[in-house]
T-cell receptor, first 117, second 112 residues
Framework: GAGVSQSPRYKVAKRGQDVALRCDPISGHVSLFWYQQALGQGPEFLTY????????KSGLPSDRFFAERPEGSVSTLKIQRTQQEDSAVYLCASSLDLSQAYSFGYTFGSGTRLTVV | SQQGEEDPQALSIQEGENATMNCSYKTSINNLQWYRQNSGRGLVHLILIRSNEREKHSGRLRVTLDTSKKSSSLLITASRAADTASYFCATGGGGGGNKLTFGTGTQLKVEL
């Protein structure tokens, strides 16, 4: 596609429910990032993939958060047993590769707004 | 955690005026990027400046970088109502690794 696509756009989950958030990066983009953005804050890094390899997951806040990108394209961020503090916008970003990103920046999706009630 | 601070946190100006936002960061960097975010939307890349550059222009945007002070500024000239958004600086590479590390953001409101 022309841009990074994220779905669903909005998700309301009951506390304790599991959720799965999807990111479709731009076709051919090797680098993929997930960020979490709390209300009124800047995005915070969660995890980074290069193709199917998860090279950095240091930002995942707990073992309830899990991300995968099995075929090196679509990525899924899964949150188990959601809690109210998980309420945030989850952003996905991609770039052709890091060299391109260091020259031209990243393309972000519109995000998934997760509300845990 | 956030890389650093942006100031001001909020800025309100009249259409046609210039808007200046400042960003400070903490670690060494390869590059510094500025992004715009409209309410409820994703981030849009505006401009990137490398650590060996001091100033860069793109249309109505001018960004400066002072690596000795670990600071950057974004100037938007002749602002328009459509420039109303939140603006974030983000650093890449260097001590922060491959990820982008964002600042806290400046909310810009441009009034008619």
């Amino acid at each position: 596609g022309a841009g990074v696509s994220q779905s669903p756009r909005y998700k309301v989950a009951k506390r304790g429910q599991d959720v799965a958030l999807r990111c479709d990066p731009i076709s051919g983009h090797v680098s993929l990032f997930w960020y979490q953005q709390a209300l009124g804050q800047g995005p915070e890094f969660l995890t980074y993939f290069q193709n199917e390899a998860q090279l950095d997951k240091s930002g995942l806040p707990s073992d309830r958060f899990f991300a995968e990108r099995p075929e090196g394209s679509v990525s899924t961020l899964k949150i188990q047993r959601t809690q109210q503090e998980d309420s945030a916008v989850y952003l996905c970003a991609s770039s052709l590769d890091l060299s391109q990103a260091y020259s031209f920046g990243y393309t972000f999706g519109s995000g998934t707004r997760l509300t845990v009630v | 955690s956030q890389q650093g601070e942006e100031d001001p946190q909020a800025l309100s100006i009249q259409e046609g005026e210039n808007a200046t936002m400042n960003c400070s960061y903490k670690t060494s960097i390869n590059n510094l990027q500025w992004y715009r975010q409209n309410s409820g939307r994703g981030l849009v890349h505006l401009i990137l400046i490398r650590s060996n550059e001091r100033e860069k222009h793109s249309g109505r945007l001018r960004v400066t970088l002072d690596t000795s002070k670990k600071s950057s500024s974004l100037l938007i000239t002749a602002s328009r109502a459509a420039d109303t958004a939140s603006y974030f600086c983000a650093t890449g590479g260097g001590g922060g690794g491959n990820k982008l590390t964002f600042g806290t953001g400046t909310q810009l409101k441009v009034e008619l």
